[in-house]
Every structure is written in C-alpha cells, then in structure tokens.
Nanobody, 125 residues
Framework: QVRLVESGGGSVQAGGSLRLSCAAS????????MGWFRQVDGKGREAVAH???????IYADSVKGRFTVSQDNVKMILYLQMDRLEPEDTALYRC???????????????????WGRGTQVNVSS
C-alpha cells in the first residue's frame, strides 16, 4: 500500500523560500501522476502544481513564476520549491498521487487519490 509523507513546511516571512518534499513508500503506478494541493480552514482545496503524464509541470496562476515542482523518480519524492512567498500562500500543503486524467476532478481526487496528511506553511507579512 502506497503512503505519502510530506515535510519541509514551516514559518517564514514574506519574500522567503521553503522547499516541500513528499516521499512515497511503496510503488506508485506508472499511470499515476503526483501533485500538490493546499487547504485553508474554511476554504476549499486549491490545486497548486502537478507533474503531468508527459512530464510537464502544471501550475496554478497564483504560483506561476514563484513555485517549481519537480520529481525524483528514483527516490520517489515529489518536491515543491516555493520562492517569493506571500502571506496568501499560508495553508496546509498536501501531496496526492492519482490517475493522471483525474488530477483536475475533485470527486475523482477524493475517491481515488492517495493523499498525504500535509505540512503547514505559514507566511507572515
């Protein structure tokens, strides 16, 4: 059974950087993609970035140019380099593994996604 564990969160000032990691134990199916989402209490889940099945990186408009997603397929780790952080980036960041064509569907993510428990990022102004 695959298990995802996030790390790297913390508290930084606006303009700072953090690097999140999501380590997978077990074997991720070859037709799965991995990505990052974030949640704020009282608000819905927001897609941040993911690696598509062609290897390209897809970003939310709010993080383009500031965040970089990458994946080490040997170590089975997904990374999220976050630069020029803003207070609006404060959230619980969670990684997910799911069939690639389900990455954009909330219902499929809930039913079929393998989720980590998340790592908290706090950005102060």
């Amino acid at each position: 059974q695959v298990r995802l564990v996030e790390s790297g969160g913390g508290s930084v000032q606006a303009g700072g950087s953090l690097r999140l990691s999501c380590a997978a134990s077990g074997t991720i199916r070859s037709d799965y993609c991995m990505g990052w989402f974030r949640q704020v209490d009282g608000k819905g889940r927001e897609a941040v970035a993911h690696i598509a099945n062609d290897g390209s990186a897809i970003y939310a408009d709010s993080v383009k140019g500031r965040f970089t997603v990458s994946q080490d397929n040997v170590k089975m780790i997904l990374y999220l380099q976050m630069d020029r952080l803003e207070p609006e980036d404060t959230a619980l960041y969670r990684c997910v593994a799911v069939y690639c064509d389900m990455m954009a569907d909330d219902y499929d993510l809930d039913v079929f996604g393998i989720w980590g428990r998340g790592t908290q990022v706090n950005v102060s102004s």
